[in-house]
DNA sequence: ACCCTTGGGAAGTGCCACTATCCAAGCATC
DNA sequence: GATGCTTGGATAGTGGCACTTCCCAAGGGT
């Protein structure tokens, strides 16, 4: 298909398109002369996931490149490949490590992942922006003086720690190793909005059940 | 204090504050003369919530403020006031009613949340961003063609019911009333980022425990 | 009286995700 | 084979947003 019929399908514009494609998020079509290239339904998928991506998960566009170079990196181990990817999403700014809050955030952290024996997380600790984001979270609820019980964190990770084992027996359904990688990134970074909306609709939900209309 | 001293003690310049004091995020401060206004302990209180919702948040500065206008009316129910803090937060772009993967994933949530016995959730339908976002996170996983087992979504809804159980008990713990509308709404956007973080930690946890670093 | 500080307002900045315009090279039709 | 519409690529422009800089008149301390 020509890069019309890819808009078309899509409901992207071609200006868009070509945005896209400058910014190396699609590779080129298949040239066919001077004034035509030739796109397949493999770009249709692609652009949709990139479109995906950047509406509903609200990713930057370098960002978005970052990620798919990640996914489409035929060198690195499938954790090591879904890390590299989800490293590359949105981030909280670099935390302050001189400031107090931030460094009591820190031992809040480890000692969570201690409790729940999260080894493997625990070894990423120093790289991985989740717990970066985990701390500067936890730092900022603390900052504006709440009384957060560590027993909370820890319900809470459980928790998502469930919704994690249901994201990766997902993933197991997919047959090939390329399409799993994509459905990972796919997965966490959509499910995290439906997370959110759920998240957002319980409280609702929870909020009248408890006290009414009111 | 003054403001060079509320920049100070909040970490926020000078320029900052006046920004937010112009876009109506901030109370003005009380008016000594023509070159002086006074701030409080409730101003850092504040402008520490606006900042905190703003970097960590990422909710644009116009929804702060719509969002603080309901946190302050007093005239509303908790129910309502809550709802209408949370239905102020950043939306997805409004769906194609007439798609028919946006039909399709209507349907889907009704009968979720039939299945939950959301009653209350149910009524709201019609106006919640929650459930519109919950709509188009899964019109558009179904429009990138994975098929989603919807006891998956069940699933993922009581995981989150859980959450907002936990989120609402904190906040019972807080004594006066106007406090529990800022507790919910600083629960419900800080909550987030901290849910989200702790996804990705469980997920690469998890990646790691069944796949090691392969 | 002098000068530094203060708060307020207007205008400017930098970033980002597009979007509009231009252009030369096809292809389609007459 | 001339004409005119379409195509894809490149460049520059747009609009929104979150600040930030600049300027000013009015205070207040010494």
Redesign the pocket.
Known sequence: M???ELSERSGV????I??Y??EGLLT??R???????EYDEEHLRRLRLVRAM?QVGRV???TVREVLRHVDDDSLGRTIRLGAALWALPQVPEPDEEDEHIRAAHREVDQLLETLGWSNARALVTISPAYRSLVVAIATFRRLGYDWDPELNLAYARLMHQAAVLDLDFVETHPSEAEKVETAVAGAIFVEPMLQALHRLAQEEESARRYGFE
Chains 1, 2 share one sequence.
């Not at 514009?13 to 868009?16: E, H, N, V």
């Not at 040239?31 to 035509?36: K, L, R, S, Y």
């Open positions: 020509r890069l019309a514009s071609t200006a868009t070509k945005y494609l400058r080129p079509g040239q066919i002369n001077a004034t035509t290239a950047i930057p566009v370098a």
